[in-house]
Structures are given as structure tokens and as C-alpha cells.
């Protein structure tokens, strides 16, 4: 086993030469499959940029876009988890979906730097980093699972919230929310269970001036025999785990902006109403009615942003595996490894990216979040003055001066 120096010095090869041996392996295998006409061999045009992305650029756009979505999501958490945040069952479900992208962001950092700067550095193939490796894969599977089963918890409940509205108080209870909420984050442990054991750790034996042990990890002995697994495990991913979260999304989304667009209709037809001198009174009422629905059009504007961007980081994925799927345990090794880098980053910016949408279109998130960190940093950097008063009027209608430059009270 390689411990305290790196493989690289005991064996005596350079990194170029090590890429050359990968090369002359890789293109050997992809022969023998091409002319034993087992496997189609992977020669789509793009492949040669991405591979290029794969080796030189994923492992640091990868750990600045974590770096950015971890201090997004806990900015996102500190936000909703606010007493009249967190009243809305809704904000507790966005609360999960940060907390368990936030999780991943912060796996995925460590990840990408000992994967793709620390190691092809050292070369250094120990027994821990085949752990970590392996441990990383299913982590991250069970998080990712954990974050599409919140985000289409989210969908369902603002369909019953929009489509029910009777029946809202019934279906869209505290309780059916924590309900929600646990099972999203423990089913995805049980659906992703058979993928624990498509990969496992192995060793090569070197021989230089002595033995040595290089671990890494590699399809199971199971997978490796088993066609009949790897592709059920294929479908279960395809089907269950993107592909059918996706067709549901899809549908409510497209229900959401339906009800969008007959909302616009209505009000320009109450508009159009309240001109009438003889309907002053029920224009009234439903100017009231509509100023209250206004924030709920907000909210659904909002949600339906964070499903269409879902959506569009995790439909290819969806389509890629049921591809592989289909083709076999082939497109799995010679294609679809090469585009996991690709994909990794669609999720991670869909994971990052949510907080700006909230920031954009969500007006109590934004006062929400103005009260947490603007004005605490602008009273830091800006020392109170006597001359500042500032009078606000309370809930109960009677006025408070409050000295500090505008502190809301």
C-alpha cells in the first residue's frame, strides 16, 4: 500500500506518462469492444470538449459554484427559518430542499478538490481515498434523490393549495407537511439502495522495488457479471428516480402558469368592471380579493422558476440513463462516465441558483432577508446620531421613536 510518498516516486513514471498508459488502455478497450461488435463504441462530436472540461476546468468551476451555493442555501435557511417564514408550510419545504443541496455542496467540495487537484498531483492511490470515493457516490445519489423528492413535494402542495383551495385546510395540514418533509428526506435512502452495490473497492498490485497496493473503486463483481442488475438498476434511475419526478413536474408546472394566465385575465376583466359607476361597491370588494391574491400569484410565479430550472438541469439526465437503459451496460462505460461532470454541475447549479430566484421574485423573502443582514451591516459601518429620529406606527396604532437610524421596530 502507498502511504507517505506518492506513487509517482516509487514507480518512476511522470504524469504524462501515466496519461499516455490511461490513453493506450482506453483506446485498446474501445477496439476490442468495436471489433468483437459487443459495444458501440462512444464518437459523438462533443465528447472531446467535455472530456477536455472534465480534465482541466469541472474541479474548480465545481468548487467555486459549491462555494457560492453553500453560503446561498445558508443564507436561504437562516431566511425561512424566521418565525413568519416558517409559518408557511411551503417555506419549510424550500428549507429541506436548501438543507440537503447545502449538504451536498459541502461533500462536493471535498470531493473535487481531492478528486480532481489533490490527486492527479500525488497520484497517491490509498485505501481511505477508494472509501471516500465510493462513499461520495452514494451520498451524493441519496441527496440529489432527497432534494427531487422535496421539489416535487413542493409542486404537489402548491397544486392542492391552487386547485383546492376548499379543501386546502384538510390536505395541507402542519402535520402532512412534516409528514412530507420526513418521508422526502428517508424513501430516497430506501430507493437508491440498489445502487450501493454497483461499485466497490479493488485493488491492483504493482511491482517495482517492492510491492505495492493501489486501491480504487470499480463496477461490483455483481454488476460486473449481471447484466440483468446494472440495467435494473438503470431503469429504476431512468424511470423512478428522474424520469417520472420530471413528466409530474412537468405537468403541474404547466398547470401553475395555466392558472397564472386565467388570474391575469380575471383581473384585467375586473379592470375593466370597476370602470362601471354602477358596480363601485363590487369592484371594491374585488379589489380586495384581488390584492390578496396577488401575493399567492407571486409565490406560484416563484415555485414555477425553481420547477422549470429543475427541470431543466434534470430532463437530460432522465433521458441519458434511459438511453443507457436501453443500449446496455456498454453506453455505461464508454459514455456515460464521460458526461458525469456535466451533469454534476447542472445540479449543483441548479442547487445555487434557487436563492437568487427567491431573491428576485419573492418580495417578503427580500424584506425578510433586508431585516436579517442589510440593515445590521449599514448600523455596523454607520454610527447611530442623536439628530436621526425615526417614528414608525405599530400594529395596535400607537406611534414608537425609535433613536437608531431607521432600526424597524
Known amino acids: 500500500m502507498v502511504e507517505n510518498n506518492t506513487a509517482i516516486e516509487h514507480l518512476n513514471i511522470s504524469i504524462s506518462d501515466l496519461k499516455l498508459l490511461r490513453k493506450f488502455i482506453k483506446d485498446n478497450i474501445n477496439a476490442e469492444m468495436e471489433n468483437s461488435g459487443k459495444c458501440e463504441v462512444c464518437k459523438w462530436a462533443i465528447q472531446d470538449i467535455v472530456l477536455k472540461y472534465s480534465q482541466n476546468y469541472h474541479g474548480y468551476v465545481a468548487i467555486t459554484v459549491c462555494f457560492f451555493g453553500i453560503v446561498a442555501n445558508m443564507l436561504t435557511i437562516a431566511v425561512l427559518t424566521r418565525k413568519d417564514m416558517a409559518a408557511a408550510p411551503i417555506n419549510r419545504i424550500l428549507t429541506g430542499i436548501a438543507v440537503a443541496d447545502m449538504l451536498l455542496m459541502v461533500e462536493y467540495t471535498s470531493f473535487a478538490y481531492y478528486y480532481y487537484i489533490e490527486l492527479p498531483g500525488k497520484l497517491n492511490f490509498p485505501y481511505w481515498g477508494a472509501a471516500f470515493i465510493l462513499f461520495h457516490a452514494n451520498f451524493t445519489q441519496v441527496l440529489h434523490t432527497i432534494s427531487i423528492c422535496l421539489t416535487l413535494a413542493l409542486a404537489i402542495w402548491r397544486y392542492i393549495a391552487i386547485g383546492y383551495p376548499d379543501k386546502n385546510h384538510i390536505y395541507c395540514t402542519e402535520g402532512r407537511c412534516t409528514l412530507s418533509i420526513s418521508l422526502s428526506y428517508f424513501l430516497p435512502i430506501l430507493l437508491c439502495a440498489p445502487t450501493y452495490f454497483i461499485l466497490e473497492i479493488k485493488s491492483t498490485t504493482v511491482m517495482e522495488d517492492q510491492e505495492y497496493v493501489l486501491y480504487h473503486t470499480s463496477l461490483s463483481d455483481i454488476a460486473a457479471k449481471s447484466d ?175 433613536l437608531r437610524s431607521g432600526t424597524p421596530l
Open 228 to 402: 440483468i442488475y446494472l440495467l435494473f438498476n438503470f431503469w429504476i434511475y431512468a424511470v423512478i428516480i428522474k424520469l417520472l419526478p420530471c413528466c409530474i413536474l412537468t405537468v403541474i408546472s404547466i398547470w401553475l402558469i395555466r392558472t397564472l394566465f386565467k388570474a391575469k385575465k380575471r383581473k384585467q376583466a375586473l379592470k375593466g368592471y370597476s370602470t362601471c359607476p354602477l358596480a363601485i361597491n363590487l369592484a371594491n370588494d374585488s379589489k380586495k380579493k384581488t390584492k390578496s391574491e396577488r401575493r399567492a400569484d407571486r409565490t406560484t410565479r416563484m415555485l414555477v422558476a425553481v420547477l422549470c430550472l429543475f427541470l431543466v438541469t434534470e430532463f437530460p439526465q432522465g433521458l441519458f440513463a434511459l438511453y443507457m437503459g436501453i443500449k446496455g451496460k456498454c453506453i455505461f462505460l464508454m459514455c456515460y462516465q464521460n458526461f458525469g461532470e456535466i451533469m454534476d454541475i447542472l445540479a449543483l447549479l441548479n442547487g445555487g441558483i434557487n436563492f437568487i430566484l427567491y431573491c428576485c421574485m419573492n418580495r417578503m423573502f427580500r424584506t425578510t432577508f433586508g431585516q436579517l443582514f442589510k440593515y445590521k451591516i449599514l448600523y455596523k459601518w454607520t454610527p447611530p446620531s442623536q439628530s436621526d429620529v425615526h417614528t414608525t406606527t405599530a400594529v395596535n396604532g400607537t406611534n414608537t421613536t425609535d
